[in-house]
């Protein structure tokens, strides 16, 4: 499991400027077949970190949690 800076998504207020990056990380985790969740509120960080994890260990795949640019302030 890998846990993900995710700026430029939307709403995310003060990372306007990672606009462009922040729709590409989602198209390339789909092209590389990497299940991910957006995480945009912060009690949602363990309800989001725990089936990552076990996704990861079930199918012995990476699995990603990005976290948005107002949860890694």
Avoid: C
């Avoid at 003060?14 to 198209?27: A, K, N």
């Avoid at 949602?44 to 089936?51: D, F, G, K, N, Q």
Wanted: aromatic share 8%.
């Amino acid at each position: 499991m890998v846990v993900l800076i995710h700026r430029g998504d939307p709403g995310d207020g003060d990372g306007y400027w990672y606009f462009g990056s922040g729709h590409i990380t989602p198209l390339m985790l789909d092209l590389l077949g990497i299940p991910y969740t957006i995480v945009r509120e912060s009690n949602r960080i363990v309800a989001e970190l725990v089936p990552a994890q076990r996704t990861t260990q079930a199918f012995g795949k990476p699995a990603a949690v990005l976290l948005s640019g107002e949860e890694i302030l």
